[in-house]
């Protein structure tokens, strides 16, 4: 199987981050950027160093300490720059286009993918900047169901296969054990760092 891993490279930008109330949230939508495939989450406006650091924990050892993790970046003037450096801006909103109609000229397209996600009401900058407004669907769900099926699709399921190779835990998986083991998986699959 051939991937070009690192050819294009996806942040994830998380604007409208509440410290008070979406600490868990933000955490997952890094995590999930983590586990599928992004190389980065950009956390906007607000600086939260408990929320970067249990992303960054997780890097440390299970892998991809490489994963660019920051928050309390300006997140409007990110993007303008993201566009200005020739990349590309995906955001995730259930009022856009729906996902099937758009994802071929997506993964087709070889630029950077900056791939912006809300928390509370998104300004309409973003819908304005955004290359492509993209809906998962048209019902109103999560922020971390949404990032996760956009990286699915546009990876079409390889990033469920990546190895990371310095993961210091690895899971054997098991039909209903637990088992983590200190990884020796090099070979194994497409490694990803
Ligand atoms: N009420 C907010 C608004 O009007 O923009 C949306 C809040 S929603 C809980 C948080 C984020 O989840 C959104 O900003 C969007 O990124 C994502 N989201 C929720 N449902 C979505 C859908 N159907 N398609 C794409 N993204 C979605």
Request: net charge positive; glycine share 10%; proline share 3%.
């Amino acid at each position: 199987m051939s991937i070009e891993v690192g050819e294009r490279k996806v942040y994830v930008l998380r604007i409208g981050h509440r410290p008070e109330r979406d600490k868990r949230v933000t955490t997952h939508v890094g995590l999930v950027a983590r586990a599928f495939g992004a190389d980065g989450v950009v956390i906007g406006d607000v600086i939260d160093e408990k929320v970067v650091s249990k992303i960054k924990g997780i890097c440390e050892k299970w892998g991809r300490k490489s994963f660019y993790v920051i928050s309390g970046v300006n997140s409007m003037k990110y993007a303008r720059k993201w566009k200005d450096r020739g990349g590309i801006i995906v955001h995730l909103t259930m009022y856009g286009l729906h996902i099937d109609d758009v994802i071929d000229y997506i993964r087709r397209d070889p630029r950077d993918i900056l791939v912006v996600v809300g928390a509370s009401k998104v300004p309409r900058f973003f819908y304005d900047i955004a290359d492509f407004n993209v809906a998962i669907g048209h019902q109103p769900h999560s922020e971390v169901a949404a990032l996760a099926i956009f990286l699915d699709r546009l990876f079409e399921g390889r990033e469920l296969h990546f190895i990371f190779s310095d993961a210091k835990i690895c899971i054997e998986p098991s039909p209903k054990g637990k088992k983590v083991t200190m990884c020796d998986r090099k070979g194994e699959g497409q490694e990803y760092q």
